[in-house]
Every structure is written in structure tokens, then in C-alpha cells.
């Protein structure tokens, strides 16, 4: 049996099907049809928050789209007391075995492996 997948999914990734209209969870059906966990950084929602209070409509209608897709996805939230930035906490989870879904070129430099990522806006890709 396979061992089952954690999968921590970072801020921007969260707001693809609000910004580009590709069903994440669909893709991630396809790439990983065994079982895996999804899972987002508690601090994350606090930067979905910030991003819908300092955004304009656009932004704060896309935020509540994702929030209301994380109600629906069965989505474990990662409490956390750690500090530093979510990307410091991503980068510190890959270490631990989880696969990082992210859009931020400068955090997929530092984790380097086990990425998903948005290409062509279209369709996801997974790096080992």
C-alpha cells in the first residue's frame, strides 16, 4: 500500500480557480489517484484575509470563492505557533515529506522538489 500524500496548498495556489478557472482539486485527482491530504497553513487564511482587505472588488469576490471552495474540499488546517513567513513554514514542511503546491518562483527555487505548480494556466504539473 501506498504511503498517502500530504499536500499543503500555499495562498496564491488556493486562488488559481478564482483567478484562472482551473478546477485545482480535479488536477490534483489526476496526478495523485491514490490517496492523499490536502492541507493549508493557518497563516494562509490570514493572508487570504489580508489580501481581501486591502483588494479591491475583484480580489474580495476571489477570496470568498476560495473560502467557500476550502468549506467544500476536505482541507485539514495546520495550526500554527512557529514563527516566520508562510513560505518559511512551506519550506520547513517539504523538508518533513509534504508536497508544496505554490505559484511563488522564489519559494519552488528554495523547496526545489515535490512541487505542484500552475503551467500554461491550464493544467497542473508535479516536480519530484
Known amino acids: 500500500m501506498t504511503k498517502m500524500k500530504k499536500i499543503i496548498l500555499d495562498t496564491n495556489f488556493l486562488l488559481i480557480p478564482a483567478q484562472c478557472n482551473v478546477d485545482i482539486f480535479a488536477e490534483i485527482d489526476r496526478l495523485f489517484p491514490e490517496h492523499y491530504q490536502l492541507y493549508v497553513v493557518e497563516k494562509s487564511l490570514w493572508e487570504l484575509d489580508k489580501v481581501a482587505a486591502e ?3 475583484k ?3 476571489q477570496v470568498k470563492l476560495t473560502k467557500a471552495l476550502l468549506k467544500t474540499q476536505n482541507i485539514k488546517i495546520h495550526a500554527c505557533d512557529q514563527e516566520g513567513t ?3 513554514l512551506l519550506v520547513a514542511f517539504s523538508k518533513e515529506g ?3 503546491a505554490t505559484q511563488d518562483q522564489e519559494l519552488k527555487r528554495r523547496i526545489g522538489h515535490n512541487l505542484l505548480s500552475l503551467r500554461q494556466k491550464k493544467y497542473i504539473i508535479f516536480r519530484e
Do not use: P
Open 55 to 57: 483588494g479591491g472588488q
Open 59 to 61: 480580489q474580495k469576490l
Open 86 to 88: 508562510v513560505d518559511d
Open 98 to 100: 509534504y508536497i508544496i
